[in-house]
């Protein structure tokens, strides 16, 4: 036993040096690094630098996405894992010493946690600092978030050693990872949920705990959805309005005042022909048709007002044409969306055990492939 502890920790020590001597370690801090410079940089071109004034807006500017940027770095490390020994030969060296592949296998799941634990943590002192710049302290949710971004790096690790355990091509395997992780498993989450399903089990949805354990973020999300639902139903309420009897009345009134009689005797394509020439503002075209508008439309000296009024009469007749229901329609069922629901602050303890579960059912079959594995 004592003997296994030691050829794990001597594998971990070279897997991490190996790994911070390697180029995609360096590529993994450029990753972070960049993404901090870009969210910060946005910040000042949108001009919403002053309002990083809170910890739930500094978790929405710089948590939010994290997600993926450690799906980039898990798959930039961890998918290649066990491949690597494989594609560069170094494993005809490595398994004729006395060191047990079970011994190999939780070294490098051991360096590869503490090196993505580490990058992980530069990106955090980033995000850290600005908080202290912007809002004079951090909260200590905020330790929270840090430990569920390692836990997510850890479970998508597994995943990524399953795959590693797998394919021959380091290049295929990080490729395949990043698909998996950052396009297919959230749109199985989505298929699952629009059958009215729980998705609560899926890895990315665990791993949005990583923001969402920050109460200040779950209200800032709250406030500013209750915001999109009274513009919604505001939108609904002026919609319906032209849905009575005032709105064929209306038609009428304003058809009479932009119209001549010979308009409404005239066939559809005539018709359409008129209100073409009449919102493309074209007076060679009006001229065609002056005889089916009306003269006190034309003698109208604002072209804005004309516009309006024009504007006024084609968004009445789309209400009249059934358009307008479907638009409601569509604003109603928006506004009872999932995605649009008011959002609970999570079961911590339930994600981190869905998270702890992928790793450890990751790295399990991972072993499996790789004791039977030959080179």
Same mark, same amino acid.
């Given at each position: 036993?004592?003997?296994?502890?030691?050829?794990?920790?001597?594998?971990?020590?070279?897997?991490?040096?190996?790994?911070?001597?390697?180029?995609?370690?360096?590529?993994?801090?450029?990753?972070?690094?960049?993404?901090?410079?870009?969210?910060? *940089?946005?910040?000042?071109?949108?001009?919403?630098?002053? =309002?990083?004034?809170?910890?739930?807006?500094?978790?929405?500017?710089?948590?939010?996405?994290?997600?993926?940027?450690?799906?980039?770095?898990?798959?930039?490390? +961890?998918?290649?894992?066990?491949?690597?020994?494989?594609?560069? /030969?170094?494993?005809?060296?490595?398994?004729?010493?006395?060191? /047990?592949?079970?011994?190999?296998?939780? *070294?490098?799941?051991?360096?590869?946690?503490?090196?993505?634990?580490?990058?992980?943590?530069?990106?955090?002192?980033?995000?850290?600092?600005?908080?202290?710049?912007?809002?004079?302290?951090?909260?200590? #949710?905020?330790?929270? +978030?840090?430990?569920?971004?390692?836990?997510?790096?850890?479970?998508? &690790? *597994?995943?990524?050693?399953?795959?590693?355990?797998?394919?021959?091509?380091?290049?295929?395997?990080?490729?395949? &990872?990043?698909?998996?992780?950052?396009?297919?498993?959230?749109?199985?989450?989505?298929?699952?949920?629009?059958?009215?399903?729980?998705?609560?089990?899926?890895?990315?949805?665990?791993?949005?705990?990583?923001?969402?354990?920050?109460?200040?973020?779950?209200? /800032?999300?709250?406030?500013?959805?209750?915001?999109?639902?009274?513009?919604?139903?505001?939108?609904?309420?002026?919609?319906? $309005?032209?849905?009575?009897?005032?709105?064929? #009345?209306?038609?009428?009134?304003?058809? $009479?005042?932009?119209?001549?009689?010979?308009?409404?005797?005239?066939?559809?394509?005539?018709?359409?022909?008129?209100?073409?020439?009449?919102?493309?503002?074209? +007076?060679?075209?009006?001229?065609?048709?002056?005889?089916?508008?009306?003269? +006190?439309?034309?003698?109208?000296?604002?072209?804005?007002?004309?516009?309006?009024?024009?504007?006024?009469? !084609?968004?009445?007749?789309?209400?009249?044409?059934?358009?307008?229901?479907?638009?409601?329609?569509?604003?109603? !069922?928006? =506004?009872?969306?999932?995605?649009?629901?008011? !959002?609970?602050?999570?079961?911590?303890?339930?994600?981190?055990?869905?998270?702890?579960?992928?790793?450890?059912?990751?790295?399990?079959?991972?072993?499996?492939?790789?004791? /039977?594995?030959?080179?």
């Amino acid at each position: 036993m004592a003997n296994d502890i030691s050829q794990i920790g001597v594998v971990a020590k070279n897997e991490i040096i190996k790994c911070a001597r390697g180029r995609k370690f360096l590529i993994s801090l450029v990753i972070v690094f960049v993404v901090f410079l870009l969210i910060t *940089g946005l910040q000042f071109v949108m001009d919403s630098w002053d =309002n990083l004034d809170s910890i739930g807006a500094l978790t929405e500017a710089y948590l939010s996405t994290f997600p993926m940027v450690i799906v980039l770095i898990v798959a930039l490390l +961890s998918s290649i894992a066990l491949v690597s020994e494989f594609e560069e /030969r170094t494993a005809l060296i490595l398994f004729t010493r006395p060191v /047990r592949r079970t011994s190999i296998l939780i *070294g490098k799941i051991l360096a590869c946690t503490i090196v993505e634990a580490l990058i992980i943590l530069v990106y955090y002192i980033l995000v850290a600092t600005v908080g202290f710049l912007k809002i004079d302290g951090m909260s200590l #949710n905020f330790l929270t +978030s840090f430990g569920f971004a390692v836990m997510y790096a850890f479970a998508t &690790s *597994g995943v990524a050693f399953v795959i590693s355990a797998f394919l021959k091509k380091s290049s295929v395997c990080t490729v395949i &990872s990043i698909l998996l992780m950052l396009v297919i498993f959230p749109i199985v989450s989505t298929m699952v949920e629009a059958n009215d399903g729980e998705s609560w089990y899926m890895i990315d949805q665990a791993g949005e705990t990583i923001y969402t354990c920050i109460p200040e973020y779950v209200d /800032r999300y709250n406030e500013t959805l209750d915001q999109i639902g009274n513009v919604v139903d505001s939108a609904v309420a002026i919609l319906k $309005g032209f849905t009575d009897d005032g709105m064929t #009345n209306g038609i009428t009134w304003l058809s $009479g005042n932009i119209f001549s009689a010979e308009y409404f005797m005239a066939d559809e394509t005539t018709q359409q022909a008129v209100l073409t020439a009449l919102t493309s503002g074209d +007076s060679a075209a009006i001229m065609e048709y002056h005889q089916y508008i009306n003269p +006190s439309f034309l003698a109208i000296q604002d072209a804005s007002t004309q516009a309006s009024i024009l504007q006024m009469f !084609m968004f009445l007749t789309m209400g009249a044409d059934g358009n307008l229901s479907g638009m409601i329609m569509v604003l109603e !069922m928006m =506004n009872s969306m999932t995605a649009l629901q008011p !959002m609970d602050p999570p079961d911590l303890l339930k994600e981190f055990l869905v998270l702890l579960v992928w790793g450890i059912a990751g790295y399990l079959i991972a072993w499996i492939k790789f004791i /039977r594995r030959e080179f």
